[in-house]
């Protein structure tokens, strides 16, 4: 699972700017204002990812 959470952090970081996916309790930190486009890059990213580790 760690390689997982590995890629998770990767594509947060490249495609959507994230510093990081752990929960920060502030607003501030903890939401985000994304486009679309960037959620459909992050979201395609993540299924090839899986598929690559079937």
Same mark, same amino acid.
């Given at each position: 699972?760690?390689?997982?959470?590995?890629?998770?952090? $990767?594509i947060a970081a490249t495609i959507l700017g994230l510093e990081t996916l752990d929960? &920060? $309790?502030?607003?501030?930190?903890?939401?985000? !204002?994304?486009?679309?486009?960037?959620?459909?890059?992050?979201? !395609?990213?993540?299924?090839?990812?899986? &598929? !690559? $580790?079937?």
């Amino acid at each position: 699972m760690q390689s997982c959470d590995k890629a998770l952090a $990767n594509i947060a970081a490249t495609i959507l700017g994230l510093e990081t996916l752990d929960t &920060r $309790n502030r607003d501030q930190l903890d939401f985000h !204002e994304l486009a679309v486009w960037q959620i459909k890059k992050a979201l !395609e990213a993540a299924y090839a990812a899986g &598929r !690559e $580790n079937r």
